[in-house]
C-alpha cells in the first residue's frame, strides 16, 4: 500500500545517504527488522542493547506506531530522548509513545530490562542519537559514555514519579494539539508523572491558559523565565504567586508590564510582585524592559532581592533619581558581570549618580551597555575615572548618544588601559551630523581618520565600531553599522 511505499522509500533514502557515512552492521539489522513489525515486537526481548537506539530511530521516521509503543516498554536507559529525534512536534508519534508509558505505569513492576525514568521532548540531546547510530565511527566522547553508563545504574532506587521534560513556549491565544494532549494526559497521571520544564517563555498568551498549564507543572524545575506580554500590572500581580513557586528560577526577564487601569490598586499590586522575589534564592539574572510601573518603586524590588545578581538589565524605563541612587546602594549588584541601562534617560539625572553606580561595580563589570540613554558630554566626563577603574571590562556600548570628538578622544585614552577590553560600540561623533542632525558623509570619513590617528597615538591594537542612530534603511531603534576603525 502507500503507506508502505512510503517506508520503504524512507528506507533506500536513508541507505543512499549512507554512502557517505558507511551504515554499520547494526544498523542494517536494525532497520531490517522493522519488515516485519510484529516479529521486531516480539524480538525486542533478546534486542542488545547496542540495537535499540537505531532501531528506535526507523521506527520513528518509518512512523512505526506499535513498534514505538513495544519499544518504550523495554526501553534500557534511563531517559528517551524523543525531543531530539522531532523537528517540530509529531502528535501522533507522542501518542505512540505515551500509550507505551501506559502500559508500563500500570505493570505493578517494571520489567527487568526497562530502565525508562525520564522522557525527554525538548530539542536537544542529539549527540545520544549520533552516538548509539553510527555517526561517530571512531567512538563517542567519554562524557556521553559516562551518562550511558549512569543511565544504566540508576534502576535499583526505589520507584519515582516519571519525568517528562518539555520547552515551554506559550506564544498563541490556544495551545497547539501537541501540547494539549500531553497535559491532558499528565493531568489525567499527576500522581505518576511529572512535567517539568526548564525554559518557560510566555508571549501574548490568556493568563487563565498560563495558569492551567502551570498547575501541570513542577515549577521547581524552572530555571528561565521570560513573560513578554502587554501586561497591566494586576495581571502581573495574578502571576506573581506562580512566580515565588520557581525557586530554582536563575534568569527571569518581564517586559511590556504596564499601569493598571484602576488607579489606587498599583503599590498593592507592587507589594504582592516584589515580595515574590524574596523566595527566587538562586536569581543571578534580572531583566526589567519597558515597565511604566518601576519609576519610584525601584526599591521595593531591589530590597526583595536575597541573593548577588550576575547580570542586570533595566531597559527603556522610566527611573527617578532616588531609583538611581537605591540601585547604586544596593548590596546585591556589587558582583556585576553585565549592566544594560539603555533607554534610560540619563539626561535630567543628577550627575554624580551614574559615577557611584560604575564605582560599585568597578572590580567585576565585564559588560556595559548604556545605550540611548541621552548621554551627552558633559556626562560621559564624569564617567570616564570609575570606567577607567572597571578591570575586567570586555564589551562597552555607548550607541546612540551625543558625544563630540573631544570628549570621545578622552573616552579612548581613558580606557586604553583596559586589558580586556576587545568590543567597542560608540555613536558616530556630533561633528559628522549637519546642523539639521543629518549625517554627511565627508564628515564622517574625516572623524573616522582622526579616530584611527588617535588609536595609532596611544599604541594599542584595537577595534571600534562607530554606528549612526537611526539608521536610515532600518528605523529609529537600530543602528547602523559600517566598517570598523581597526589599529593593529
Known amino acids: 500500500g502507500w503507506g508502505d511505499r512510503v517506508r520503504g522509500d524512507s528506507f533506500r533514502s536513508r541507505v543512499t545517504m549512507s554512502v557517505q557515512n558507511p551504515l554499520r552492521l547494526l544498523d542494517l539489522a536494525g532497520m531490517s527488522l522493522l519488515r516485519d513489525e510484529a516479529s521486531t515486537i516480539t524480538a525486542l526481548k533478546d534486542l542488545p542493547t547496542e540495537l535499540f537506539p537505531p532501531v528506535f530511530m526507523e521506527a520513528f521516521y518509518g512512523r512505526y506506531s506499535e513498534t514505538l509503543k513495544a519499544m518504550v516498554q523495554a526501553w534500557p536507559f534511563v531517559r528517551l530522548p524523543l525531543g531530539g529525534l522531532m523537528k517540530v512536534p509529531h502528535l501522533g508519534t507522542l501518542q505512540a509513545v505515551l500509550a507505551g508509558l501506559d502500559i508500563l505505569l500500570a505493570q505493578k513492576d517494571h520489567p527487568r530490562r526497562c530502565k525508562l525514568r525520564v522522557l525527554d521532548l525538548r530539542n536537544t540531546s542529539q549527540d545520544f542519537w549520533r552516538m548509539w547510530s553510527g555517526y561517530r565511527v571512531h567512538g563517542c566522547s567519554s562524557s556521553l559514555m559516562a551518562q550511558v553508563a549512569e543511565d544504566r545504574s540508576r534502576t535499583k532506587q526505589p520507584r519515582a514519579p516519571l519525568e517528562v521534560f518539555i520547552e515551554l513556549h506559550l506564544k498563541e491565544r490556544t495551545l497547539d494539539g501537541f501540547l494539549t494532549y500531553l497535559i491532558r494526559w499528565v493531568e489525567q497521571r499527576k500522581a505518576s508523572i511529572h512535567l517539568c520544564c526548564k525554559k518557560l517563555r510566555i508571549l501574548s498568551f490568556p493568563i487563565e491558559n498560563i495558569m492551567k498549564v502551570l498547575s501541570m507543572v513542577q515549577l521547581d524545575c524552572i530555571q528561565e523565565v521570560q513573560v513578554n506580554c502587554t501586561w497591566h500590572l494586576s495581571t502581573l500581580a495574578v502571576f506573581a504567586p506562580l512566580l515565588g513557586q520557581m525557586g530554582n528560577v536563575q534568569r527571569l526577564l518581564l517586559s511590556n508590564i504596564h499601569m493598571s487601569a484602576l488607579a489606587g490598586q498599583e503599590q498593592r499590586h507592587i507589594v504582592q510582585i516584589t515580595s515574590q522575589f524574596l523566595r527566587l534564592h538562586h536569581l543571578r539574572d534580572l531583566h526589567l524592559e519597558s515597565h511604566s510601573f518601576l519609576e519610584g518603586c525601584l526599591d521595593q524590588m531591589l530590597r526583595c532581592l536575597t541573593t548577588p545578581l550576575d547580570n542586570l538589565a533595566i531597559t527603556h524605563c522610566l527611573l527617578s533619581d532616588s531609583d538611581l541612587s537605591h540601585l547604586s546602594q544596593c548590596p546585591n549588584i556589587s558582583q556585576l558581570k553585565g549592566l544594560d541601562l539603555s533607554g534610560i534617560t540619563l539626561t535630567y539625572s543628577s550627575p554624580e549618580l551614574l559615577p557611584v553606580l560604575l564605582e560599585k561595580v568597578a572590580a567585576t563589570l565585564q559588560e556595559l551597555y548604556l545605550e540611548q540613554c541621552g548621554i551627552m558630554d558633559s556626562h560621559l566626563e564624569t564617567i570616564l575615572q570609575p570606567l577607567s577603574r572597571c578591570s575586567q571590562l ?68 584595537r577595534i571600534i565600531w562607530i554606528s549612526s542612530s537611526p539608521c536610515l534603511h532600518c528605523g529609529d531603534n537600530t543602528f547602523s553599522h559600517p566598517q570598523p576603525i581597526v589599529y593593529r
Not at 579612548?412 to 576587545?422: D, F, I, K, N, V
Not at 549625517?439 to 594599542?460: D, T
Open 394 to 461: 570586555m564589551f562597552l556600548s555607548l550607541r546612540g548618544n551625543l558625544i563630540s570628538m573631544a570628549v570621545m578622544e578622552k573616552l579612548l585614552r581613558h580606557t586604553s588601559g583596559l586589558p580586556s577590553l576587545s568590543q567597542e560600540l560608540y555613536p558616530v561623533p556630533q561633528e559628522s551630523y549637519s546642523s539639521q542632525r543629518i549625517l554627511q558623509p565627508g564628515r564622517l570619513a574625516q572623524c573616522r581618520a582622526e579616530l584611527f590617528e588617535i588609536l595609532r597615538v596611544l599604541g594599542r591594537p
